[in-house]
């Protein structure tokens, strides 16, 4: 079964920093790209950051770039993302999502979801 299991989401000021964490399960991690995408209330879900381990690289939406690091640990089965200098337009649900070999920026292409995490930034 697959599962994908997001953590470290919470509350921050503008400027602060979180680490979110997404740890996969049942599917073969070297073969898949692992995105974060994320939804704002009343807002459309929009990839932020994607990796596929030697297919397609790195992603990572442009109001992001320079702000946010997408990190993975293949002997943990487990992919980060790095928020830096975070700002209230950030405030979003964050979910974790995995598709074969290379990454994609449209959410419908993804079969599996994890349950999101809340990150709330205050100004």
């Known amino acids: 079964e697959v599962q994908l299991v997001e953590s470290g989401g919470g509350l921050v000021q503008a400027g602060g920093s979180l680490r979110l964490s997404c740890a996969a399960s049942?599917?073969?991690?070297?073969?898949?790209?692992i995105a974060w995408f994320r939804q704002a209330p009343g807002k459309e879900r929009e990839a932020i950051s994607c990796?596929?381990?030697?297919?397609?690289?790195?992603y990572y939406l442009d109001s992001v770039k320079g702000r946010f690091t997408i990190l993975t640990d293949y002997a943990k089965n487990t992919v980060h993302l790095q928020m830096n200098s975070l700002k209230p337009e950030d405030t979003a649900v964050y979910y974790c999502?995995?598709?074969?070999?290379?990454?994609?920026?449209?959410?419908?292409?993804?079969?599996?979801w994890g349950q999101g995490t809340r990150v709330t930034v205050s100004s």
């Open positions: 990796i596929a381990k030697g297919y397609s690289g790195t």
């Open positions: 049942g599917f073969t991690f070297d073969e898949y790209a």
């Open positions: 999502t995995g598709r074969y070999r290379r990454c994609s920026a449209y959410a419908s292409l993804y079969k599996y």
